[in-house]
């Protein structure tokens, strides 16, 4: 992923939060990804968030450790079926909006985070 839009994501999710922050944004992790049959461990940068406050079944305090493949992955899925995304971001990461980054993590995470990022 490029670091203009990693860094874009990490700027929106700390402007627009609600009930979940950055915890940490530059972290490397050992990751492991599918090759020819077998896991293969690499490091990987991985975006940390953490919960501000109990939020349904989630406790004050929980973390959750997203690695850059999984947003990079979200992002060419994003792109491919939202035109519209595609083409702000083709325009700049600057173009990129709150609600892309939100649809962008539930997507890397599975949906188990809705971030719901707001303009409060």
Request: glycine share 4%; net charge positive.
């Amino acid at each position: 992923m490029r670091s203009d839009i990693y860094c874009r994501i990490v700027f929106l999710i700390d402007e627009h939060h609600t009930w979940i922050k950055v915890d940490n944004a530059n972290q490397y992790d050992v990751c492991s990804v599918k090759l020819a049959e077998r896991q293969v461990p690499y490091v990987c940068r991985t975006l940390a968030l953490r919960s501000l406050f109990r939020y349904g079944q989630y406790p004050k305090g929980s973390i959750w450790q997203i690695p850059e493949r999984e947003l990079d992955l979200a992002l060419n899925k994003l792109r491919k079926n939202n035109k519209g995304f595609a083409k702000r971001l083709k325009q700049g990461a600057e173009h990129i909006s709150y609600s892309d980054v939100n649809t962008l993590v539930q997507s890397a995470t599975y949906g188990i985070i809705n971030l719901e990022l707001s303009d409060y």
